[in-house]
């Protein structure tokens, strides 16, 4: 195959159907606003873009469910159409493209943006492609704006660098199938039977096989575009924030809440040090060695504006939030740096109560509040960053961006599970309140489906869902095991059918998903 325009990267493969919360603007103006920064209103004439969109899930689902409009590239012409079928089933109008970062420098079309989005691009493409991704930023941002950026990084990824450098080396040397999956499979084998061997770089990384391990259990599409590119610049933090400078960008904050609540992600002896390092960059940097990070996911602005404590307070109390999973279903665990952390049900419990509160409705935090008068404002709103953090509640749009997002969400929902007919490749429903993706698996969008066609009873769009699986000659899979008869997979899903209706559904009407 020709590399002349794909640069090196991995296209055997379509990439996966994944959805990513970080590149939701309401979700990044939610965190900014966290770490106390201002945030830019979202307004009709928004513009948003994003670069390297994948099968276009996410930027999909944030043109239905955001005001304003999109623009998009990803070099892969199968990704772009695929976006562009979503597109089209929206009707959000996005510009969606198959044009590389340069092409799309070159244009003289293009707006100035609110935000700029690459989720997981930064380490998989060239130093080159860095800087044309700078220089875009630097045409293309409005002051204020929001860059966004994930990639791997150091120290975390230190000790199992050399696992990536293997599989690329089999896959460019050794002898390889001319299959994707197959080749990915040699490579793992590879390296399996070199670890096996006990070479002595096992001595100063004997985490490393634990690790290949992990490796050999993900999707091997996921594998073939994560670890099989030719570009692989895995970079300190510090070294991205010199890469985004000429841009002008301040690097805010990360788009991970949890980040915010020190308790579960840093012992006493490192809160202390860092608190004693007064550069942000350094401190972030230091940090980033007391929590192994491997991955980040980070927020700069180009012009950065810190609010007074008393603006922060504000602009947060007049957020909605909602809940995004039934409210017995929270798990009063959360898991930080430090590992596994029980919640204070005390504290928890009736806040997430309230917030489930007349049928999960969303409520601004200043009503959240009112009942929790004697709550010290710290707690409060690191009870807020843990939720978020964790996925159980969202923070929402603005009521008239709701409204304006309603229409697209409905069309976009609609053609997604029409699509779960046939597989259950995208899972995610979209959300015009929370202007995001919800988690929606494929039998729930299939009794959904079955809903919006006038069945009412849950015993009826099991039975519509098992037709539909029958039909095809799938069977439910059940404890590891596919179920047989006709009888027990109907029973199946009459019980998964009762189980939505009354746990889930709320929720889904809550969030406008349906």
Known sequence: MSEAWNEGYFTDVGYTYGYYREINPVFQRFCLLLRGLAQPEPAEGTRHCELGFGQGVSVNIHAAANPGRYVATDFNPAHAAHARRLAAASGSEALLVDESFEQLLERDDLPQFDSISLHGIWTWVSRDNHEVIAEFARRHLKPGGIFYNSYNCFPGWS?????????????????????????????????????????????????????????????????????????????????????????????????SPLDAVDAVNLAEPAQTFLKGVDHPILREQARDYFVNQQFRKDLYVRGAIRLSVAEQREHLLDTRFVLTQPADQVPMKVTGALGEASLQEDLYKPFIEALAADACAPKTLRRLAAG????????????????????????????????????????????????????????????????????????????????EQGRKQPAEWAQFAWGMLDAQGQRILKDGKALESAEENLAELTTQAGEFAEKRLPVLKALGVV
Not at 160 to 168: G, H, I, K
């Open 372 to 451: 929790f008068s004697g709550m010290a404002w710290p707690v409060l709103q690191q009870i807020v960053a843990v939720l978020t953090g964790m996925g159980a509640v969202a923070p929402c749009q603005p009521e008239s961006a709701e409204r304006e997002a309603r229409t697209r969400c409905r069309a976009l929902n609609r053609h997604l599970c029409e699509r779960a007919r046939y597989g259950n490749e995208i899972e995610f429903l979209a959300s015009p309140l929370t202007g995001g993706g919800i988690s929606v698996p494929r039998f729930q969008q299939i009794f959904l489906l079955a809903r």
């Open 159 to 255: 000790p199992a660098y050399p696992l990536r450098q293997l599989f690329a080396l089999h896959d460019r040397f050794g002898v390889t199938p001319n299959g994707a999956v197959e080749r990915v499979e040699a490579a793992l084998k590879f390296s399996e039977a070199l670890l096996a061997a006990n070479p002595n770089y096992l001595k100063a990384a004997p985490q490393l096989t634990e690790r290949l391990k992990s490796i050999a259990t993900q999707n091997r599409h996921y594998l073939a575009h994560e670890y099989f590119n030719r570009e692989w610049n895995c970079m300190y933090f510090t070294d991205v924030v010199d890469a985004l400078a000429p841009a002008k960008l301040d690097w805010a904050c990360t788009a």
